[in-house]
């Protein structure tokens, strides 16, 4: 497989809460990241099916199919295994990095997120050679 780092970076932000979204999406966006975004689980089969992320900010509390169960689907899947997912949410106990690692997910952001780092902190987990040539 050819890595080409002369493209953006795929990031699909699955996520029920729109403020959330919008905020995501304009500071990835400004930082040079190709970003889509999906309202839920069924939503976000269909954008990967359609055009496949490099990486999935996944909100784990969503009605109808929850982030942890696209989860388990994704990295279940040959097709999609390679993805990076990322626990994105504001609900994490003790515990729960656990069980989001054991649903498949290669990382955990929480919300509120800091404008001030996520471009970066997104950028870290990407997989290596992906959008890292800039502009």
């Known amino acids: 497989m050819t890595v080409d780092t002369h493209r953006a970076a795929r990031i699909l932000i ?7 979204v919008e905020l995501t999406s304009y500071v990835l966006s400004a930082d040079g990241l190709e970003v889509d975004a999906a309202e839920d689980g069924l939503a976000a089969l269909d954008r990967v099916q359609a055009n496949p992320p490099d990486l999935i900010l996944l909100d784990i509390q969503m009605p109808g199919l929850d982030g942890l169960t696209l989860a388990r689907r994704l990295k279940s899947d040959p097709a999609t295994r390679h993805i990076v997912l990322v626990a994105f949410t504001a609900y994490a106990m003790k515990g729960d990095d656990a069980r989001m690692r054991a649903a498949g ?3 955990y952001l929480s919300k509120p997120i800091d404008v001030t780092k ?3 902190q997104v950028r870290e987990m990407l997989p290596p050679g992906i959008g890292t040539a800039i502009g």
């Open 14 to 20: 699955v996520d029920d809460n729109a403020m959330n």
């Open 105 to 107: 997910c290669d990382g």
């Open 118 to 120: 996520l471009a970066a």
